[in-house]
């Protein structure tokens, strides 16, 4: 059954919805699909408009309702159906708190992540890492452990106009990261059920976009879903939030069309509430959830020893950190203010202190947030239910197309209102346990975000990236590679686990790529 069947009756089944595919849709639904909207309907349902738009002082909206087409007048009275109105004031109020604090430094709230509390797998023995990832495989091999993807990026950086998880950095194999990551989770499903004689199944739950939907959804049947089982594969639809003006009036961007953005990766937890998710993931089981962007083509999804890590320590909420590679580095760390997790950012703090360092010479804040997750799902479900609208809003001014008085559509020069955002890491302070791993930066995080014009976080980068990280591979498990093109199928190891038999006392030239058929490579 193809996957958006699967969940369209999903959705009706559980949520009593019809069968309109996008979830977060769905709370208006009831005029959304009447398909001839009669006259009465249209002047009644304008009439509440108008009462709610008054309360909340945003009647400009319905400025040039007269002029436009029916088809248009419909289109705008389900945008402003989508609008919740009781969130506009206290979210305007909100980001306006927000913007003033914007340049405020946090240094004298600030404290390190205490070293019982960050475990560093460069400084951890084998034996110890060993037993976080038995347990860890335990618990994929009980099908308590689910993967969610943040995919609601598009290429644009990139020149290219799709989601950017069907992006090819020109790999020998020419898999994008999508067919990367899924082939990683079917390999670790593998790992588990050799570990422990059963097999679980890793669910992946997918975040889309408004834009990224469809091609997605296009694209992973066109694939076959890569071998996963079409029921563990589960999209939903990232939200979105109204775009204001500086004097908190929501912006037009059209006659017809309330301006809107994307509500950031911590829109996740609202979406998956929306969507029913979180109820899916309770009636599987489902017990811990790896969560991450899909734009770092080395993640080790459901990393079998971060899984084991946070589930011995009873952690409800962890993160992957990278160390800092100097003071300077424009990333947000992992440190405690005001006794309470959160990510500050770099320009949150002053030189002075990001230039601080311990006794052995390492930066005092150096756990760099590389978007790389873990959470209960006990603790996912406190968020949906009680903390989600307690999260910060993130601003940024920007240039913002809008209509004008006398109906026409301007693109400013400067910026002219703001865009309101939510970021994942933000529900990190409402955590009882939290904990986090440092993780080697050249084995776990290479970002792709820019054209190669860029030179740094791009296909190249994250092309080099990886053939280092599995020639490095097959040296450990004591073959030789010449030359530095070097490719690992996931189908033939995960994470360099296994290789001994195949490289051990073998040399290879460049290019070299092992994969799931004959050996492929020069001896």
Same mark, same amino acid.
């Given at each position: @059954?193809?996957?958006?069947?699967?969940?369209?009756?999903?959705?009706?089944?559980? @949520?009593?919805?019809?069968?309109?595919?996008?979830? *977060?849709?769905?709370?208006?639904?009831?005029?959304?699909? &009447?398909?001839?909207?009669?006259?009465?309907?249209?002047?009644?349902?304008?009439?509440?408009?108008?009462?709610?738009?008054?309360?909340?002082?945003?009647?400009?909206?319905?400025?040039?309702?007269?002029?436009?087409?029916? $088809?248009?007048?419909? *289109?705008?009275?389900?945008?402003? $159906? !989508?609008?919740?109105?009781?969130?506009?004031?206290?979210?305007?109020?909100?980001?306006?708190?927000? @913007?003033?604090?914007n340049g405020i430094k946090l240094d004298s709230r600030m404290q390190p992540i205490p070293e019982d509390q960050i475990l560093s797998i460069a400084r951890t023995s084998s034996e110890t890492l060993n037993a976080y990832r038995k347990i860890g495989l335990q618990q994929i091999a009980k099908g308590h452990v689910?993967?969610?993807?943040?995919?609601?990026?598009?290429?644009?950086?990139?020149?290219?106009?799709?989601?950017?998880?069907?992006?090819?950095?020109?790999?020998?194999?020419?898999?994008?990261?999508?067919?990367?990551?899924?082939?990683?989770?079917?390999?670790?499903?593998?790992?588990? !059920?050799?570990?422990?004689?059963?097999?679980?199944?890793?669910?992946?739950?997918?975040?889309?976009?408004?834009?990224?939907? *469809?091609?997605?959804?296009?694209?992973?049947?066109?694939?076959?879903?890569?071998?996963?089982?079409?029921?563990?594969? @589960?999209?939903?639809?990232?939200?979105?939030?109204?775009?204001?003006?500086?004097?908190?009036?929501?912006? +037009?961007?059209?006659?017809?069309?309330?301006?809107?953005?994307?509500?950031?990766?911590?829109?996740?937890?609202?979406?998956?509430?929306?969507?029913?998710? +979180?109820?899916?993931?309770?009636?599987?089981?489902?017990?811990?959830?790896?969560?991450?962007?899909? $734009?770092?083509?080395?993640?080790?999804?459901?990393?079998?020893?971060?899984?084991?890590?946070?589930?011995?320590? *009873? &952690?409800?909420?962890?993160?992957?950190?990278?160390?800092?590679?100097?003071?300077?580095?424009?990333?947000?760390?992992?440190a405690i203010v005001d006794n309470k997790y959160q990510v500050v950012e770099y320009s949150e703090i002053s030189q002075k202190t990001a230039e601080m360092r311990n006794a052995d010479g390492r930066l005092t804040y150096s756990a760099g947030n590389i978007c790389n997750h873990f959470f209960t799902v006990a603790?996912?479900?406190?968020?949906?239910?009680?903390?989600?609208?307690?999260?910060?809003?993130?601003?940024?001014?920007?240039?913002?197309?809008?209509?004008?008085?006398?109906?026409?559509?301007?693109?400013?020069?400067?910026?002219?209102?703001?865009?309101?955002?939510?970021?994942?890491?933000?529900?990190?302070?409402?955590?009882?346990?939290?904990?986090?791993?440092?993780?080697?930066?050249?084995?776990?995080?290479?970002?792709?975000?820019?054209?190669?014009?860029?030179?740094?976080?791009?296909?190249?980068?994250?092309?080099?990236?990886?053939?280092?990280?599995?020639?490095?591979?097959?040296?450990?498990?004591?073959?030789?590679?010449?030359?530095?093109?070097?490719?690992?199928?996931?189908?033939?190891?995960?994470?360099?686990?296994?290789?001994?038999?195949?490289?051990?006392?073998?040399?290879?030239?460049?290019?070299?790529?092992?994969? !799931?058929?004959?050996?492929?490579?020069?001896?």
């Open positions: @059954m193809p996957i958006c069947s699967f969940f369209c009756i999903w959705l009706k089944k559980n @949520m009593g919805l019809n069968s309109n595919f996008n979830a *977060q849709q769905h709370r208006h639904t009831h005029f959304r699909n &009447a398909n001839k909207p009669t006259a009465t309907t249209m002047t009644d349902h304008l009439q509440k408009q108008q009462i709610r738009l008054a309360q909340v002082r945003q009647e400009h909206l319905l400025k040039f309702y007269d002029e436009l087409t029916p $088809d248009k007048r419909l *289109q705008l009275l389900r945008d402003l $159906d !989508e609008l919740d109105f009781d969130e506009i004031k206290p979210n305007w109020e909100r980001a306006t708190i927000s @913007m003033n604090a689910a993967v969610l993807l943040m995919a609601g990026g598009q290429g644009t950086r990139l020149g290219f106009d799709n989601p950017k998880g069907m992006y090819d950095v020109g790999l020998q194999s020419h898999k994008t990261l999508f067919r990367i990551q899924a082939e990683r989770i079917l390999k670790l499903e593998q790992l588990a !059920e050799e570990e422990c004689g059963q097999r679980g199944r890793i669910v992946w739950y997918i975040m889309t976009s408004e834009h990224t939907m *469809q091609p997605t959804l296009n694209y992973l049947e066109a694939n076959n879903y890569f071998g996963l089982l079409v029921e563990n594969v @589960m999209l939903f639809e990232q939200g979105s939030l109204p775009c204001f003006d500086y004097d908190g009036r929501i912006i +037009l961007d059209e006659k017809h069309r309330v301006a809107r953005s994307p509500d950031g990766n911590g829109g996740i937890y609202r979406a998956m509430q929306r969507a029913g998710v +979180l109820d899916d993931m309770k009636r599987r089981g489902i017990l811990y959830v790896h969560a991450h962007s899909v $734009d770092n083509i080395l993640i080790k999804v459901a990393d079998p020893i971060f899984i084991g890590y946070c589930v011995q320590e *009873q &952690a409800d909420c962890a993160a992957k950190v990278v160390e800092k590679s100097s003071p300077n580095e424009a990333v947000g760390v992992v603790f996912l479900q406190k968020i949906g239910s009680t903390y989600e609208r307690k999260l910060k809003l993130h601003v940024a001014k920007k240039k913002i197309p809008f209509v004008d008085n006398a109906g026409n559509r301007l693109t400013p020069n400067q910026p002219n209102g703001i865009k309101i955002e939510k970021f994942v890491f933000d529900v990190f302070e409402f955590a009882e346990k939290f904990v986090a791993m440092e993780v080697p930066r050249d084995e776990e995080f290479s970002a792709l975000k820019n054209a190669d014009s860029a030179g740094k976080d791009c296909p190249s980068t994250a092309r080099d990236d990886l053939h280092r990280l599995h020639r490095k591979y097959i040296e450990k498990a004591g073959g030789t590679v010449h030359g530095d093109i070097c490719e690992i199928s996931p189908f033939v190891s995960y994470a360099g686990e296994n290789l001994e038999q195949l490289v051990a006392g073998k040399s290879f030239s460049s290019p070299v790529y092992l994969s !799931e058929a004959p050996m492929h490579g020069h001896l």
